[in-house]
């Protein structure tokens, strides 16, 4: 086991690194920016070291400065987080050209499944059923127009390089499609430096479903059940729950089966997400797969009762898993609420020093937050406050307790999400456990 580790993240995930790395014996050191120098993280981390300016570019991506920290630090091993380097093939690479052990899995795995018209490819070969559209990356706009014909609308042009929602147009009609397949190849060309894009059907109504796996060097693979994620506003998610509600059995033993086979094809090690959409008649779709692991964590924590840090951890020493996928079991059902500091209206950031802090307690409450009263959210970085976990032996206990922590929580100084969730938690269609990805008019 390591006897140090490197965090190189901030915000509620540094701290939610450093806990763990403390209940193992771990050193932690906390790599930092300036910005985050007063922060919650950096009173509770072993060491600190600071990386850089408060520009994330300067700071968190800086992978130079990075790697010099732990060095000097004497780390073994460097935990990303989630964001920042945490996909970054060249960022594994480097650690392993420094013999720093990356606390995820291979830069194979992680370019891989990078390359989203790959992923999709090895999914397909594997079995596992994509949207029906292009096999490969479509070459120019007549390919275009011919796999739309194909296929029927309405599609979505995806950049391969793109992911988690970056580079996406949707096509209603024939007449649309040359124009959306230039543009959306030239924006994935100046934002990812890549310009392969590759085309879905577009899925109406669907649930965004996600299935947590954990595979060890030994080629142990576990799932640890999944995740609804459909409550989701311009491509972040705002809630998310475990077990998704609703789901037909063949479906969710489908799910997870095709989450294990398509973490098999790559030879993927460490924690993994496999995302998928699942239409009205339960059927299901891979879209891509999370090499990292997700703000959305805890749900499947409070339902398995593993701690999917020291999985993580554990995994990247070396450790085999060391129990099977029948020892794995569910109890009852999470939710988390990502509370920002944003305007809950216009989804704008609402960035400033908070004055006042009081999270929720009590019965079948978590709370993974690195405020305090007194701390700055800086406007430099994501908008993540405190995500507020509740559980209870079923969906409606959990959300009695959602509603009663989040009517608990007193934040002053920014603006928060909790007046959303508060008005999500009345919405007769997700209390129905019937919520929905956006309808195609409200992404138009
Ligand atoms: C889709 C889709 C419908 N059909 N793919 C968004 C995030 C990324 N992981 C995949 N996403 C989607 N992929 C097919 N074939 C719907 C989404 C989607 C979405 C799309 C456009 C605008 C907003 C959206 C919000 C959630 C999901």
């Not at 890549?194 to 080629?219: M, P, T, W």
């Not at 305007?343 to 020093?353: A, I």
């Not at 700055?376 to 079923?394: C, E, F, Q, R, W």
């Amino acid at each position: 086991m390591f006897h140090k580790i490197l965090i190189a993240n901030r915000g509620e995930i540094a701290l939610r690194v450093i806990r763990t790395c403390r209940e193992l014996g771990i050193r932690s050191v906390l790599a930092h920016s300036k910005a985050d120098a007063h922060s919650l993280p950096m009173k509770l981390a072993d060491e600190t070291i600071c990386v850089g300016p408060d520009a994330a570019r300067l700071s968190y991506l800086n992978i130079p400065a990075i790697i010099s920290a732990a060095a000097v630090t004497d780390s073994e091993a460097i935990h990303p987080g989630y964001g920042f380097l945490a996909e970054n093939p060249a960022f594994a690479e480097v650690c392993r050209a420094c013999s720093i052990t990356f606390i995820g899995p291979s830069p194979e795995a992680i370019r891989l499944m990078g390359d989203k018209a790959q992923a999709r490819q090895i999914a397909m070969q594997a079995g596992v059923p994509v949207v029906p559209g292009s096999e490969a990356p479509l070459k120019d706009s007549a390919e275009a127009l011919e796999t739309a014909e194909r296929i029927g609308y309405p599609l979505i042009f995806k950049a391969a390089a793109g992911g988690g929602g970056r580079g996406m147009r949707i096509v209603k009609e024939r007449g649309e499609v040359v124009q959306s397949f230039d543009a959306c190849q030239s924006e994935a060309g100046a934002a990812f430096g890549s310009s392969e894009v590759y085309c879905e059907k577009f899925i109406q109504n669907a649930r965004h479903v996600e299935v947590q796996v954990l595979a060890d060097r030994n080629g142990q693979r576990l799932h640890l059940g999944e995740r609804d994620c459909s409550v989701q506003r311009r491509h972040q998610k705002l809630l998310e729950e475990s077990p998704a509600p609703l789901l037909p059995t063949e479906t969710r033993d489908g799910l997870r089966r095709a989450a294990l086979t398509v973490a098999a094809a790559v030879n993927y090690v460490n924690a993994g997400t496999v995302e998928f959409l699942v239409d009205r008649d339960g059927q299901f779709y891979f879209i891509e797969m999370n090499t990292r692991i997700q703000v959305e964590h805890p749900v499947t924590e409070m339902v398995t009762g593993l701690d999917l840090v020291r999985e993580q951890i554990r995994i990247a020493a070396g450790e085999p898993l060391g129990y099977r996928q029948d020892a794995v079991t569910w109890g009852g059902h999470a939710i988390e609420c990502r509370v920002n500091a944003e305007d809950p209206e216009h989804f704008s950031p609402s960035p400033g020093r908070i004055t006042a802090w009081v999270p929720p307690g009590g019965p079948g409450v978590r709370v993974d937050s690195h405020m305090s009263a007194g701390a700055a959210v800086p406007p430099h970085y994501d908008s993540l406050i405190a995500k507020i976990i509740t559980h209870g032996h079923d969906r409606a206990e959990a959300l009695a307790r959602m509603h009663r922590a989040l009517s608990e929580t007193v934040v002053e100084g920014v603006k928060t999400t909790i007046p959303f969730h508060l008005k999500l938690l009345a919405d007769p269609a997700f209390l129905a456990g019937e919520f929905t990805l956006p309808r195609l008019e409200q992404h138009l």
